[in-house]
């Protein structure tokens, strides 16, 4: 079973400074997919970005940027330039491969880490 | 609009009292699935399902029931709704091409009293 783990359940920073939340997840998979999600008060669960463990290069959108780590099994989000629009609960998430894991696109999500952009 | 849709949004009910939710999405999904969040545990799969007919338990899925009669619809049954199932519950949705993009609904605020 796989399980994800994010180590900081709140954190707060002032708008325009640069945040890292971390990540760490365990699994016996090669190949599976990580991703964060962003969500602010209105609750809707919104998809920040993706990462291929096949793919070395770190994925980026825009001021959101991820410090991907295989063989320590982590995965920091880094929020460049935040803006009070980034306050929200942040869940990091894992889904092996769906060969694996018989056509269940299950989401196993870590406990959440909610942040606070201060003016 | 490509979207997921969920109701009700907000719902108070009393311990026993069989409730719906229902579900649906207009993008021509494979693949629907139910999640309920709680504080400090994240979100956990309830139930999900692979296309019509076809359905199976997540992690949770221990008083809830699901359907899936049409490819746009998902509802989340509760036939006897008891109070450690007042939780936040949101379906998602997903075209199952490998591309693991999941959208998700505005979810359901449900309190068992």
């Known amino acids: 079973a796989q399980t994800v783990t994010q180590s900081q359940p709140e954190m707060s920073v002032q708008e325009a400074e640069t945040v890292t939340l971390s990540c760490t997840y365990d699994?016996?998979?090669?190949?599976?997919?990580l991703f964060w999600y962003k969500q602010p008060p209105s609750r809707q669960m919104i998809l920040v970005i993706r990462q291929e463990a096949y793919k070395q290069q770190n994925a980026t959108e825009n001021r959101f940027s991820v410090n991907f780590q295989k063989a320590a099994k982590s995965f920091s989000l880094k929020i460049s330039d935040s803006q009070l629009g980034d306050t929200a609960m942040y869940f990091c998430a894992f889904i092996p491969n769906q060969i694996s894991n018989f056509g269940n696109e299950k989401l196993t999500f870590g406990t959440g880490t909610r942040l606070t952009i201060i003016p | 609009e490509a979207q997921v849709t969920q109701n009700p949004r907000y719902l108070i009910t009393v311990t026993g009292k069989k409730l719906t939710v229902t579900c649906s999405q207009n993008?021509?999904?494979?693949?629907m699935s139910w999640y309920r969040q709680d504080p400090g545990l994240g979100l956990r799969q309830i139930y999900y399902?692979?296309?019509?007919?076809?359905?199976d338990k997540g992690d949770v899925p221990e008083g809830y029931k699901v359907s899936r009669k049409e490819k746009r619809n998902f509802p989340l049954i509760l036939e006897s709704p008891s109070p450690n199932q007042t939780s936040l519950y949101f379906c998602?949705?997903?075209?199952?091409?490998?591309?693991?993009?999941?959208?998700f609904g505005p979810g359901t605020r449900l309190t068992v009293t």
């Open positions: 399902s692979m296309n019509v007919e076809v359905t």
């Open positions: 993008m021509n999904h494979e693949y």
């Open positions: 699994t016996s998979e090669s190949n599976y997919y």
């Open positions: 998602a949705s997903s075209p199952a091409d490998f591309s693991y993009e999941q959208y």
